[in-house]
């Protein structure tokens, strides 16, 4: 191929790169950053996942997201949120053909085909009275949180929902110090280097609580700051010092690989950054003066070897905010709000798989989970 050639050649690849990058719908504009998943621009929505769930299924509020070593995707749901109406043909007699609860916990494939679903009341443990968060761990197990008003208590499960451990009591729970009890548990995550639970609690308490994965023994807890927590009465005000105490829900405490533990204070409206201890580190404010709900819902990071930036789902702003991890600095966000496809309604957990794809969970009225692809 002559020199002259091979300039053809280039230039043509050239333009039809250019044609198809033009083509792609861009979510929104971000300034800074080259890492990996830096780009808010590169993730798009993927209107092919999930598929249909089988057997007329239908789901609830979706209050919990997370990825498995296999690459699958879990969520876990509340087939009790769901109106008569939605689930008209699981009522004796029947209103409609449409629909039936679906179990409360699903396992997807990348395809986005259901490989798997169970949960509810059981032999040797107590169901919570209203399903929140979902982790799985090294050791493929499956851990559950509870955010009803009695529950205070975590459960760990097999892939398959066989019942392995519970930690904390039903309706047991005395507050932000109790060395054996959640006050409404929000988010899990388990430590693969030492197998400690690292629990976000959560809607009744205002600490980060961390006990033995496998003994269920408690080893230590702490609040906002590193500080011991409180229950006094609080409410967030944008005009006033930050406080330095969590607010409720402490909604996620999320470890990155190299033992830091990320905190989502949402009403708060900022993420604090923490050694395995408990030792403060830093912290970072987003979109400081939403009130309501809070901006800080739950994080994840790229999937490259220095998991290079973080992932806040925004359920108040109805966005995914980007943060490049080491600096904290926000490099941007994508997503709006709305009920139509790749809008977001009370968007409220979120994932990433290990090609760097987005997983959000929706609660209230959103009741779906969708995927974004990451267009490296």
């Known amino acids: 191929m002559t020199r002259r050639h091979s300039s053809i050649l280039v230039a043509l690849v050239l333009a039809v790169a250019a044609v198809l990058v033009a083509g792609l719908p861009r979510l929104s504009a971000v300034t800074g950053g080259a890492q990996a998943g830096s780009d808010a621009a590169a993730f798009q929505f993927d209107a092919t996942w999930p598929k249909p769930l089988p057997d007329n299924w239908t789901l609830g509020n979706v209050v919990g997201v997370a990825v498995d070593a296999r690459d699958h995707i879990w969520i876990v749901h509340r087939p009790g949120s769901l109106t008569l109406q939605e689930r008209g043909a699981d009522e004796d007699p029947p209103l409609a053909e449409c629909c039936r609860p679906a179990p409360p916990i699903i396992e997807f494939d990348q395809a986005g085909n ?127 010092p930050l406080s330095q105490q969590f607010g409720r829900p402490v909604h996620c405490a999320t470890l990155s690989d190299d033992g830091l533990v990320y905190v989502c204070d949402r009403v708060n409206d900022r993420i604090q950054v923490f050694e395995r201890d408990g030792t403060f580190l830093n912290e970072v404010v987003i979109a400081g003066r939403t009130r309501g709900f809070g901006s800080a819902f739950d994080v994840d990071f790229s999937p490259d070897g220095d998991q290079s930036v973080l992932y806040n789902i925004d359920g108040m702003n109805q966005k995914v905010w980007l943060i490049e991890r080491s600096s904290l600095e926000i490099l941007g966000s994508f997503g709006f709000g709305g009920h139509m496809a790749g809008g977001f309604t009370a968007a409220h957990s979120l994932a990433v798989d290990a090609s760097g794809n987005i997983y959000v969970g929706e609660t209230l009225e959103g009741k779906r989970v969708q995927r974004f692809v990451y267009m490296q």
């Open 114 to 240: 259901v490989v798997n679903a169970w949960g509810g009341p059981g032999e040797g443990y107590e169901w919570p009275d209203s399903e929140h968060g979902i982790f799985i761990d090294h050791l493929d197990n499956v851990w559950l949180g509870g955010s009803g008003g009695d529950d205070a208590h975590i459960l760990k499960f097999t892939r398959d929902g066989e019942f392995l451990l519970q930690i904390g009591r039903h309706g047991q729970g005395e507050g932000s110090n109790d060395l054996a009890n959640f006050g409404q548990p929000a988010e899990i995550d388990v430590d693969p280097e030492t197998n400690e639970v690292y629990i976000a609690d959560g809607y009744g308490n205002r600490r980060v609580a961390v006990f033995d994965a496998g003994t269920g023994e408690y080893k230590r807890h702490w609040g906002a700051y590193g500080n011991r927590p409180t229950d006094e009465a609080y409410s967030y005000d944008p005009d006033a």
